[in-house]
């Protein structure tokens, strides 16, 4: 029997040798492969009745060996903008910082519930990688495109029809969505067979290149205010295009089958880890995974890519200088002397002179900031404003239509979008950037104008 057909028996990996050496023992001896397969079925039911067995008390013992909780000095972590973080994120904090692998944290002032990390959580471990730790929707990022249009277009009617019609035309919103043309970009030259998930989802992948996802993913057109000169264009008021989404059903694939690999191949002292379960950097599936994380890296770069490139063609607009960033991801970095895998799950790098993008709502102003490389937050900082209710409870709070009848009076169209993603429902922007000054120095506003996201429902992606 091989480790998939244990597995399916309900073996713990952990055991998988002693099962193997009883099964070899067995038939060895000359029982047939049902009856071993049978026997290991009782085994692993009642191992109580086998600790004495010729063949099987090996792994009888194993599997009745009393678990053993871990316990050791979490690493501390230090928080930014604490006054604006729920008791549960600090507890869901604690529990990373508890990995026997652990060797820095940082919670952003952004910071809310996540899976296993939580979101605004920075996690450095050592030689390990832990899935939720970056996150479902791997290297989901921000992409800013400055363009060489007249701001006075984004107050003109015609000029707001024009935006739409790029928004409308450009991408496409919703789980699942892909195009019936195929996008062209080199990302899909790459090697997809780094793992079994990518290879199997590669055409997938390249149907949904250039699309946009659901949840909190967005295309706008905006106004963006320069403090200083940047990327070789002159302090001043420009538009641009700023996007928000990540790496699609591929990217959920391979967090989702990975996070399981590690769950099943703990120790089992260690499984109270749930979904912060770690792979080793230097086993297979660690390397799979590493391959794949950052293969998903290049194609959400891939994505956003052709989504700018659409839509200022659509706008008939030239780009004059770009700013984007990963915020759900992992490094390996230096940090303290020694090289460590530092992930950021809704973390901006910040590092010093590092250029980023951290956006507010659908009505609230995004930001481009230079890092300042500060030690104790491992070079990050928020990703965003940070949600401060569920989306069931926005759904049951707000309504999307009066929403948008008040925005469009102050000067923002929104072209589609759902209740769960109305302004309402997040954090005040100025208020976080404003808890993290060591972290950043802001050196352009970006303020929506033509704003679109996913608006038919589908599950939340991010």
Not at 84 to 91: A, G, T
Not at 208 to 231: A, M
Request: aromatic content about 6%; hydrophobic content about 40%.
């Amino acid at each position: 029997m091989n480790r998939k057909q244990l597995s399916k028996l309900g073996m713990p990996e952990d055991a998988f040798a002693e099962a193997i050496s009883a099964i070899q023992s067995a038939c060895a001896a000359g029982l047939r492969s049902k009856a071993v397969q049978d026997s290991l079925k009782d085994v692993i039911a009642n191992p109580q009745v086998y600790l004495e067995d010729v063949y099987f008390a090996a792994l009888a013992q194993k599997l009745v060996a009393p678990q053993v909780q871990v316990h050791r000095d979490p690493v501390t972590y230090q928080t930014w903008g604490s006054e604006y973080i729920d008791p549960e994120s600090h507890r869901q904090m604690r529990d990373a910082c508890a990995l026997p692998s652990a060797v820095g944290a940082a919670l952003m002032p952004d910071a809310h519930v996540g899976y296993g990390l939580p979101i605004g959580g920075v996690l450095a471990l050592k030689d390990a990688v832990c899935p939720y730790a970056v996150g479902v929707d791997i290297a989901c990022r921000m992409k800013l495109s400055v363009l060489d249009l007249p701001p006075e277009m984004l107050d003109r009617d015609n000029g707001v029809a024009q935006f739409t019609t790029a928004l409308e035309n450009g991408t496409l919103f919703g789980t699942g969505k892909q195009f019936k043309r195929r996008q062209s970009h080199d990302v899909m030259d790459q090697d997809w067979s780094v793992s079994r998930v990518t290879r199997e989802l590669k055409d997938k992948a390249w149907g949904q290149l250039g699309t946009s996802g659901s949840g909190n993913h967005f295309v706008e057109f905006g106004l963006l205010t320069l403090h200083e000169p940047l990327l070789g264009m002159s302090a001043g008021k420009y538009v641009a295009l700023l996007s928000h989404s990540g790496s699609r059903g591929a990217g959920h694939a391979v967090c989702s089958t990975y996070s399981s690999v590690a769950q099943r191949s703990l120790p089992q002292e260690y499984r109270n880890f749930g979904r912060l379960s770690w792979l080793d950097l230097n086993s297979q599936a660690g390397q799979e995974y590493w391959a794949a994380m950052n293969l998903m890296g290049d194609y959400a770069s891939g994505n956003h890519a052709v989504i700018h490139r659409n839509v200022a063609k659509l706008i008939g607009a030239e780009v004059l200088g770009t700013v984007e960033n990963h915020h759900n991801f992992a490094w390996k970095e230096v940090h303290n002397g020694q090289e460590v895998i530092v992930h950021r799950k809704g973390a901006t790098p910040a590092g010093e002179g590092v250029l980023g993008v951290i956006p507010g709502s659908m009505a609230t102003p995004a930001y481009v900031v230079r890092g300042k490389g500060n030690a104790e937050s491992f070079h990050s900082a928020s990703h965003g404003a940070g949600r401060v209710m569920s989306r069931t409870k926005a759904n049951a709070t707000f309504r999307f239509n009066a929403v948008r009848g008040d925005l469009k009076q102050k000067g923002v169209t929104v072209l589609s979008a759902g209740s769960d993603e109305v302004p309402g429902v997040y954090k005040n922007i100025d208020q976080i950037m404003a808890a993290q000054t060591d972290l950043v120095d802001i050196v352009a506003r970006f303020d929506p104008k033509v704003v679109k996201m996913c608006g038919d429902g589908s599950k939340a992606e991010d």
